[in-house]
Structures are given as C-alpha cells and as structure tokens.
C-alpha cells in the first residue's frame, strides 16, 4: 500500500507563479483538503507575502467589520486570502482596491468553494482576477515526476519511446486511493476510511449550511453516496430525483452545490446535434476516485472479485477522466473532454483540441481487451478530425495497432516518455 510521507510540490506551481506576474488578483479554487494552501504556500515562499486565514473567526469579523481596511493591510506586498469562501463580500473591497491600483500579484486568493458565484459574493472580480482550480494530486505528482505529465501532447507526438508501464496490481491502487494528500498520508486502509469519514461530515455538517446561507439541503450526503455507487453515469435528473425522494428543482440545487464545492465532475455529452440519436446527457462523478471507492466501501481486494469488478471498471472509467482533467492545467496542448453515445454504443472520453481535431479513449479495467474494441471507435465516431484512437487497459503492454491505433496501459497517463523524447 502506498503511503504519501512527504509534501509534494505541485506541476501547476510554475503556472501559479507566471499568473501572479501578470494578474492583480489570482484566485486557487477547488475542494477542501487538495492542497490550495500548500501550494499558495510554496509559491509565496520566494517572495514578500502576508498571509492571513479566514477560517480565524477573528480574523473574519474583523474583514467583515472593515473590508476596505482589510484588503489593504499590506501594501506593496501580496496578501494571501486563506479560505476567502468564508467572506464572499470582501469582493467589492478587491474590486476597488484593484481599480485604484493594477499592480499584478497583489492579492493571491484560495477558496474550498466558487465563491465568485455565490450570491453573497459582491462582485464577481471579471477582468480582475484568473482562476485556477486545483484538483487532487495527480499519479505524476505522487510519484514526483519531474517533467509534468502531458498525456495528450504525447499522443499528438505519436506516442514516442517506451514506457516503464506500472504493474496492474499498483495501478489497482492508484485507482482505489485516489489522490487527496492527507487521505494518502494515512498508513492502513482503516485509517483512510476514518479520513474519508471525516472529511465527508465536515463537509455537509458545516461547509454546505454555510455556503446554502442555512438553507441546508439534508440529502447531499445521500447525493454524494449515489454518486459514489454509480462510479461515472449519465446525470438522469427524473430518476436521481425520484432515487433521493426530491423533485427534480430540488435535485439541481444540490447538484450546483456539490459543484460550488468542487465535489462533483461532469464530462459533457460531445457531438450534440449531429444526430437525434446521439445521447445529449453529461456523465458526472465525485472529483476523486479515493473518495468514491470508501463512500462505498470498495477495497483493493473487493475489485477483483466478481460482485466488484463491474463497479470497478466505472471507478476506472472515473479515475481516467480526472486524471485528463489535472493535465489541462499545464498541457502544452489544450483540449476539451466529452463523452459519446449513440444509442447502446458509446466511446468513453473524446478528447476535442482547439482546431477540431480528436482523440477517442475507451478504457478498459481488464488485462485483456475485447476483439473488436478499435473497430467500434472507427465506426462510432469516423473522418479526418480523429488523429488517434486509444484503448487504455489494466495490463503492461503497449501496442501501436495501426497508424494513431494504441493499446496502452493506464498508467502510461503518467509514466509515459516526454513528448519530446
């Protein structure tokens, strides 16, 4: 079992750092517990910062108190918002702070939740502030990788040199463990599930009644468990609703709060109009395959057996797309990520760039792959636009099955060469 014994530096820092040279306001945003502060730690070590906590109730009465005094407490230097979630007026205070004065890296902010969008938030800081989310370590952090992973820029380069594929055992684990920092630190799976615990009823005794403004919504815990047991699915809002005993209005005010806090992904449906066959609902899951595989008790040893292997290959399916999702923060080669169906047929992740062009993904959490896998992304989704369709699987080996045809493993996500190799 792998244990995380040492702080990590994050791929995104060098990101953090040209942003904060170039905007007034930068705002870390993602869940609770991914490492936002560490990483505004990191960053501000090498220059002159002030630093301050919103989770101090002192410290907030006294931003409520005097917002305008409060942002500008240390001028000329950057001042670090801690948890700003937890005062969304302080916005307006920025705003006019900012206006007076355009100096880059001013403020650099983090929030467990989007609370530019809250409607207690002031002002929205458009124009005055960039985001970037931060979503739990990815494999390439864990493992310390120097170079960040570029899975996609890799496959555009054709996939060179060789890759020093994970067993499928230790990929198992990865998938399990996910990739919350202090989860991972934990030395036992029992001690994991009491993390997981925790942080769960942290998250809906008190961050969820605070950012509702008390309108507490008492089925998030019975969301998120759903949304555990299903691993990824198509968001059905009729029968999430009728599962959960609500109506469907209520229903997606629990989902934008899930969303607000960063605990839900959706990949949306691609190819939307094309045809009246194509399926048009995204799929959506937990932000982390960790934290769905304790919400319902899925062990390492549970995956291999037979009433555990099906909810293992959607935990995979999971794992995969999030780990694509860390990578867009510093891919050379920026996309998009869907999913298709057409009818009972349907292609995992289509990977969309700029220009067009495609990527089809279907993975597999087996060792082996069915017969006929790559002619039914050919035939699903065919032309000129897709440049590389990929069948990632559970086993060791890598394949190139025709020109932009690959058998790859999982963990090549991250243990593949440079794309420049």
Not at 57 to 75: E, H, I, K, Y
Not at 120 to 129: E, F, V
Not at 220 to 246: C, D, F, I, N, W
Not at 378 to 389: C, F, N, S, T, W
């Amino acid at each position: 079992m792998f244990t995380l014994n040492t702080e990590v530096k994050r791929h995104c820092s060098g990101l953090l750092g040209e942003i904060l040279d170039e905007s007034p306001i930068v705002v870390i945003q993602g869940a609770r517990q991914v490492g936002k502060s560490t990483l505004a730690r990191q960053v501000t070590e090498r220059c002159d910062a002030w630093s301050v906590s919103l989770d101090d109730t002192d410290v907030a009465a006294l931003a409520r108190s005097d917002p305008r005094g409060f942002v500008g407490q240390a001028p000329g230097r950057l001042l670090v918002l801690d948890e700003a979630q937890r005062e969304p007026t302080l916005t307006l205070a920025l705003k006019m702070a900012v206006d007076r004065n355009r100096r880059p890296g001013q403020f650099l902010i983090t929030g467990s939740a989007d609370f530019l969008r809250l409607k207690t938030t002031g002002d929205s800081l458009a124009g005055r502030a960039e985001i970037l989310t931060l979503r739990p370590l990815s494999m390439g952090e864990l493992q310390q990788r120097r170079t960040p992973e570029d899975w996609v820029s890799w496959i555009l380069a054709g996939a060179p040199g060789r890759i020093q594929a994970e067993s499928p055992e230790a990929t198992r684990e990865c998938i399990i463990s996910g990739g919350y920092p202090l989860a991972l630190s934990r030395r036992t799976p029992a001690s994991r599930q009491r993390w997981f615990n925790g942080y769960l009823q942290s998250i809906v005794t008190k961050d969820a009644e605070e950012l509702s403004g008390g309108d507490f919504p008492g089925k998030l815990p019975q969301l998120l468990r759903l949304l555990a047991a299903e691993g990824v699915s198509e968001y059905v809002a009729a029968k999430m609703a009728r599962h959960l005993g609500v109506s469907e209005k209520t229903l997606g005010g629990y989902f934008d709060l899930a969303h607000a806090m960063y605990l839900v992904e959706a990949l949306p449906a691609w190819g939307v109009g094309i045809s009246k066959r194509v399926i048009r609902r995204p799929k959506v899951s937990l932000v982390d395959s960790g934290l769905a595989a304790v919400s319902v008790g899925m062990t390492v040893e549970k995956s291999r057996l037979v009433g555990g292997m099906e909810y293992f290959g959607a935990l995979t399916e999971q794992f995969v797309a999030g780990e694509l999702r860390k990578q867009r923060e510093w891919t050379a080669s920026p996309f998009d990520l869907y999913h298709y169906r057409h009818r009972d047929q349907e292609v995992d992740i289509v990977i969309e760039l700029p220009d067009g062009r495609l990527i089809l993904v279907e993975v597999k959490s087996g060792l082996s792959v069915p017969k006929g896998t790559f002619a039914k992304l050919e035939q699903l989704i065919p032309g000129d636009r897709v440049v590389a369709r990929v069948v990632l699987y559970l086993g060791e080996q890598s394949l190139k099955i025709a020109p932009g045809n690959y058998l790859l493993p999982i963990s090549s996500l991250w243990t593949h060469p440079d794309s420049a190799s």
